[in-house]
């Protein structure tokens, strides 16, 4: 399918709004989690850190 | 040379599911929406299913884990189940709230309608609305404990609701269509069956890269809090009585 093709999409907003409203809800998610995990991170000694 | 310590919640594992993440995301978007047909009734709306059915799926999930480590946290009273059952909990928040927005967003063309209160649509409504009551109560200030118990119960309190939105569809006369895919008999076929079968299995993966993300942060703020407390403790202790504090520390 061409660029053509998927901007002729029938309900081509709703889909977009869909797929761009889910992008952004877990991508925010993930960037404020991992953000929230470095910031912590800095504050509990890293034998408490299992994982690393 | 020493190799530094890593200051995130990071490990081999979340960056093999990360990498994972992104591959399942990218073949999801190609799939829903340049690969798949349009469906004949729903037209190219159908490409919304690919990101509402899995995020719906993946909310049952995420509550029966929050319920099951809610169970556990009753019955060994240990750290890590408490935070597990908070981790599944804000994950199936997340998840319901996208369930219903891209839901609505599918409704708009398909319906001609935002939102009706249907039974699906309300239960689910009901079931978020419990969700955000439960992030509320982890964040009440109360003693520790106390607080795990309430979340607990409430945690184990979810499954009956999802249940109720799941099965809201047989139960009572809705709009809402019945379950695309069950017991075999798949109401949709060929491309469109593999293109929300891969959407399924990188939903998955995303959330469980985000649960384990989430179960670190939230074992790193309980550790913050204890050392925080620590500290308080000691100044309090070396306050109280300064000879002891020069005598235990040396100096203060």
């Known amino acids: 399918m061409s660029l053509g093709a998927l901007v002729a999409m029938t309900h081509a907003g709703y889909v977009a709004a869909g797929w761009i409203a889910t992008v952004i809800v877990l991508g925010g998610y993930a960037a404020a989690t991992i953000r929230r995990g470095r910031r912590l991170s800095l504050v509990v000694p890293p034998e408490e850190r299992r994982w690393s | 040379m020493t190799t530094p310590t890593p200051t995130s919640t990071a490990s081999p594992l979340t960056r093999a599911l990360g990498i994972v993440s992104l591959v399942g995301?990218?073949?999801?978007?190609?799939?829903?929406?340049?690969?798949s047909p349009r469906d004949r009734l729903q037209q190219d709306a159908v490409r919304l299913m690919y990101v509402h059915?899995?995020?719906?799926?993946w909310m049952y999930v995420a509550v029966l884990v929050c319920a099951l480590a809610s169970g556990m946290w009753l019955r060994k009273r240990t750290d890590g189940w408490d935070v597990l059952a908070g981790a599944a909990a804000e994950l199936a928040l997340l998840l319901t709230g996208l369930g219903?927005?891209?839901?609505?967003?599918?409704?708009?063309?398909?319906?001609?309608?935002?939102?009706?209160?249907?039974?699906?649509?309300t239960s689910t409504a009901i079931?978020?609305?419990?969700?955000?009551?439960?992030?509320?109560?982890r964040r009440y200030p109360a003693e520790p404990q106390a607080r795990s118990r309430m979340t607990a119960v409430l945690g184990l309190l979810l499954v009956p609701n999802a249940m109720i939105v799941h099965f809201s569809v047989d139960w009572w006369r809705s709009l809402h269509q019945?379950?695309?895919v069950s017991k075999l008999d798949a109401s949709i076929e060929g491309l469109m069956l593999f293109?929300?079968?891969?959407?399924?299995?990188?939903?998955?993966?995303?959330?469980?890269?985000?649960?384990?993300?989430?179960f670190r942060v939230g074992w790193l703020e309980r550790s913050a809090e204890r050392h925080l407390l620590d500290a308080a403790l000691a100044d309090r202790r070396a306050d109280a009585d300064p000879s002891a504090?020069?005598?235990v520390g040396g100096t203060r």
């Open chain 2, 25 to 35: 995301v990218g073949a999801t978007a190609w799939l829903g929406l340049v690969a």
């Open chain 2, 127 to 137: 079931l978020f609305v419990l969700l955000l009551g439960y992030q509320a109560l």
């Open chain 2, 100 to 121: 219903l927005l891209t839901g609505s967003v599918w409704g708009r063309p398909t319906w001609g309608v935002y939102w009706v209160w249907d039974a699906r649509l």
């Open chain 2, 245 to 247: 504090g020069v005598a």
């Open chain 2, 178 to 180: 019945d379950a695309t």
């Open chain 2, 53 to 57: 059915v899995p995020a719906v799926t």
């Open chain 2, 195 to 214: 293109t929300l079968a891969v959407s399924f299995v990188a939903m998955g993966v995303v959330c469980a890269w985000l649960l384990v993300h989430r």
